[in-house]
């Protein structure tokens, strides 16, 4: 991923105006929220080789279970 990709998660239990993503401790902008679904837009980010970090959280109850989910950021080496 290089930052600016809508991604999708889905579950259980989210709260539109509640839930919030972070990926490797930027912010991934919620658009859109269901109590299922979760949309949002993924911020550029320069790579850095290290452990990737996804966090979700629904302010009402906590932190979202993300099941050994990872997203990783990446170089772009090539426009070609």
Request: aromatic share 6%; proline share 1%.
């Amino acid at each position: 991923m290089l930052g600016g990709e809508v991604l999708t998660f889905t579950g259980t239990g989210f709260v539109s105006g509640e839930t919030t993503v972070t990926i490797d401790n930027k912010v991934c902008a919620v658009t859109a929220v269901t109590a299922t679904e979760i949309k949002c837009t993924a911020a550029a980010k320069v790579y850095v080789k290290d452990t990737p970090k996804l966090e979700m959280a629904v302010s009402s109850k906590g932190n979202v279970a993300t099941m050994g989910k990872k997203v990783l950021y990446v170089s772009k080496w090539s426009d070609v």
